[in-house]
């Protein structure tokens, strides 16, 4: 039966075919190849908190939080982006087993993936059915970054900008002038907006297998968070909702929106007669107040991840009724790849048996790694295992 709740610290995220776990400063994202392989890179992170202590203060750690998560998540999947190049239909592999080795390379530089003429063509010449090595490697600091900042700009303008000028043109249109019906029409225009947006994507076959590794991700954790041991039995009978989900978050953020403009909106922020003027200054206002929105947000779910009492957890009930949307029952191999990121950051026996969780990190060697069937690890040749003739062994 598992225990009392005992928070880890550790978080996630599910990327394409995989799962991303971190620990503090080091992060593993372990991803299943088509062929049943698993792969994973861990690597260090050091947030600009270490440099700056006073970033990390309540109220405003959550907006430093929030960015550096972005950062990581992005390349992180981006990361597992590039091993879906290697994927080839099960139907064009029926083809290729009929064909002759050179019309198989044209049937495959027809259906797969963009990037994988130069594999097609290798095969053509040689009529070997040996998959290329793959070329995983990650993106540069610059190229995440403006990934990172196209994502939030397509956020605010999606989230915040579409939501206001819908409520602003409802103002125009019935001529009611409230500070409550602004902010509680704009708030729920927003939760509405996330909601169908949700639901829409959730439809895409690809972000089906995402939500379900999303599911494996919150499965694990809970697992050792109850107090069970990880293994794919107990990860399976676990709750595949988590109260520190990232989806919580953003209903946080919607929620704690509505009551931090309330109290704005009581206030003349522009008293001009230009519309165009008072929209702008309203809408910036908003922009500026975002940090202070997360950092909010940010503390209620730091609270709500280590509390069970009935309030927070009321309080949590619609982050965690989203979370429907959000995560899916995971399979076997799911569960399988989640717990080889857990294990590549975090000692949960040690966790288990008492040990302070922030004293749990595993001393897993950044690299990239395949994890054999014997849970070892075998440095990869693309670059990223610091020394390939060594050959790191998982932590017992």
Known sequence: MAGELKPSGI????????????????????????DGQKVILVKEYHSIIEKHPWLG????????????????????????????????PEKDAKKKAEKGASEAAEDFVENAAPGAEEAAAAE???????????????????????????????????????????????????????????SVTEGVLRIAIFVGYIALISQMKEIKRVFRYHGAEHKTINCIEHGLELTVDNARASSKEHK?????????????????????NMFPLYTGTSRILKFVVRFVVRILLLPLVAGISYEFLKLAGRSNNCVVNALSRPGMWMQALTTKEPDDTML???????????????????TAAEECATPTTPGEYLIEEDGSYTPTVTGFAPDLAKKAEKTE
């Open 11 to 34: 978080g996630g995220q599910a990327v394409m075919e995989g799962v991303m776990m971190r620990n503090r400063s080091k992060y593993a994202v372990a991803v299943r190849k088509s």
């Open 57 to 88: 203060w309540p109220f405003i750690r959550g907006a430093v939080n929030l960015v550096e998560s972005l950062i990581v998540g992005m390349g992180t999947l981006m990361y597992s982006a590039n091993f879906m190049d290697e994927e080839v």
């Open 124 to 182: 053509a010449v040689t009529g070997s059915e040996a998959e290329p090595a793959a070329e995983t490697k990650p993106m540069s600091g610059a190229m995440i970054g403006a990934t990172v900042a196209l994502s939030l700009v397509l956020t605010v303008a999606l989230f915040i900008m579409l939501p206001f000028a819908i409520t602003s043109l409802l103002e125009r249109l019935t001529g009611i002038d409230s500070a409550l019906f602004s």
């Open 244 to 264: 520190r989900c990232g989806t919580s978050f953003m209903i946080f953020v919607m929620v704690i929106s509505i009551l931090v403009f309330s109290i704005v």
């Open 336 to 354: 399988a790849v989640a717990i080889a990121s857990v294990e590549a950051v975090f000692d949960w026996k040690r966790f288990l048996a008492g």
